[in-house]
């Protein structure tokens, strides 16, 4: 059974940075795209970037402030957040898929941003 675990969620203040960790217990038979969403109170479920084979792709309120890292083996992936702001307030969840197309999802780590 596969579990992915997210990791390094907390409380900071406006402008402090956070690093996140994505682990992966079990076996995936080659990864493909990892990706981290977040889901802000009242609101769906946001992508917030991907990474797969060094290419990464961020959601436009993002850019600059975030940076996904593939881990290789463990951690699957890091999420560096710089420049934290309130609306990046969310819990994080990591998603890392297989090169078949089986997504495998973690709970989720909480991260708040407080002005």
């Known amino acids: 059974q596969v579990r992915v675990l997210e990791s390094g969620g907390g409380l900071v203040q406006v402008g402090e940075s956070l690093k996140l960790s994505c682990v992966v217990n079990?076996?995936?038979?080659?990864?493909?795209?990892v990706a981290w969403y977040r889901q802000a109170p009242g609101k769906q479920r946001e992508l917030v970037t991907t990474?797969?084979?060094?290419?990464?792709q961020y959601t436009d309120s993002v850019k600059g402030r975030f940076t996904i890292s593939e881990g290789g083996a463990n951690p699957a992936a890091f999420l560096q957040m710089n420049n934290l702001k309130p609306e990046d307030t969310a819990v994080y969840y990591c998603n890392v898929n297989s090169r078949s197309g089986t997504p495998y999802w973690g709970q989720g780590t909480q991260v708040t941003v407080s002005s």
């Open positions: 079990g076996r995936i038979m080659g990864i493909g795209t």
């Open positions: 990474t797969s084979s060094g290419v990464t």
